[in-house]
């Protein structure tokens, strides 16, 4: 089994947009509403309580590396300060959502994607990293397309 971490979006990115209320990476309005659906937040990685917890929608920009093509596309967060999840382990509140993984190289290039459904996560996530060329990865929703998470050998 490989090691890897698995990491919401930066705190920094985070903290701008709430204090702003508009995306950092492109300025444009953030939203805010009361969630009604599970998201996840993208900061804790934990899915939302519909109906009453108050969540931030902004526009984000997952890749770090300057030579990939930008991805700019919706994200939530909570509105109210969280913490950053960085971990080892897939957080059990995502593990029930439709996920997608998606295996990148160098400047970005997509090498993989698959789709997490007969097989556990973990293997899915194996078969993407068992690939040297597979510098990081990001976790997708495999119905709607958002970005959820980056993950990152150890
Ligand atoms: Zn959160």
Not at 60 to 77: C, E, K, N
Not at 86 to 92: M, T
């Amino acid at each position: 089994m490989c090691s890897y971490r698995i990491q919401g979006i930066p705190e920094s990115l985070a903290t701008a947009a709430r204090e702003s209320l508009r995306s950092p990476q492109y300025g444009h309005p953030a939203h805010i509403e009361v969630a009604t659906g599970y998201g996840p937040c993208r900061l804790c990685l934990q899915t939302f309580q519909t109906g009453t917890e108050e969540r931030l929608l902004f526009t984000y920009q997952p890749f770090i590396d300057r030579a990939a093509l930008p991805a700019p596309g919706p994200v939530f967060i909570h509105r109210s300060p969280c913490e950053r999840y960085d971990g080892p382990a897939l957080p059990e509140a995502l593990r029930a959502l439709p996920l997608a993984l998606e295996g990148y190289g160098a400047e970005g290039m997509l090498l993989s994607q698959q789709r997490v459904g007969a097989e556990p996560f973990e293997g899915v996530l194996q078969d993407v990293f068992e690939r040297a060329e597979v510098q990081y990865a990001h976790l997708r929703n495999a119905e709607v397309g958002c970005f959820i998470a980056r993950l990152e050998r150890r």
